[in-house]
């Protein structure tokens, strides 16, 4: 089975600008979740979408945004980017979520903020 | 407000030595803890989970302690080897919370030989 894909892996944006980020999650799995991870600040929970509805947000800005398709495919979006937003994002599936369900993170996308 | 506390930040190990990573949570909601290995420029991976009603579980190398009445939880990696040179994270949810999990600040293992 093919593990949890994001795109693009790197990306380079300046500040102002939005972006928009991919995941394809594991075949099967429902539930995407988007972490931040950063030196300063770790492994931050940003939210979790299951069945194209947002279940769970963590303490972000609205700047920060996501949805979920009808496949389980899901994208975020960054708008108004700040300095601070650069770090490595994150996707995680997993079958349900919750519960004992193991999450799956793919590796990341590098976002860098000029 | 950080939730898991996790130390030490780095340890060096010596090829064949115990690795030991602690970490201690406030939150008496949590009830899955599982730990995630991270190398460069991947993603964390599940190495073990354990759930409070267990004091330990053993995977391999990998052994997890869990104290409840002190809120607090260890990785223990026997037989530490150069290729277990990572970050690992302790991590907690909250069953009810869905897939959110709260994660440690990460400790920086280093196995030399």
């Known amino acids: 089975k093919a593990g949890v894909t994001q795109t693009p892996r790197y990306l380079i944006k300046t500040r102002g600008q939005q972006v928009t980020l991919s995941c394809s999650p594991i075949?099967?799995?429902?539930?995407v979740s988007w972490y931040q991870q950063t030196p300063g600040q770790g492994l931050q929970f940003l939210f979790e979408?299951?069945?194209?509805?947002?279940?769970n947000k963590g303490n972000f800005p609205g700047r920060f945004s996501g949805r979920q398709f009808s496949n389980s495919r899901s994208e975020m979006n960054v708008s108004t980017l700040e300095l601070g937003d650069s770090a490595l994002y994150l996707c995680a599936s997993s079958l349900e979520g919750g519960g004992q369900s193991t999450q799956y993170f793919g590796p990341g996308t590098r976002l860098t903020v000029l | 407000q950080q939730q898991v506390k996790q130390s030490p930040q780095s340890l060096i190990v010596q090829k064949g030595g115990i690795s030991i990573i602690n970490c201690a949570y406030e939150?008496?909601?949590?009830?899955?803890f599982p730990w995630y290995q991270q190398f460069p420029g991947k993603g964390p991976a599940l190495l073990i989970a354990?759930?409070?009603?267990?004091s330990e579980k053993k995977e391999g190398r990998f052994t997890i302690s869990f104290n409840k009445s002190a809120k607090q939880f260890s990785l223990h990696i026997m037989d530490s080897q150069p290729g277990d040179s990572a970050t690992y994270f302790c991590a907690a949810r909250v069953t009810g919370t869905a897939s959110k999990l709260t994660f440690g600040t990460g400790t920086r293992l280093q196995v030399t030989l």
């Open positions: 979408y299951f069945s194209e509805t947002q279940r």
């Open positions: 939150n008496t909601a949590f009830d899955y």
């Open positions: 354990i759930r409070p009603d267990v």
């Open positions: 075949s099967g799995h429902r539930s």
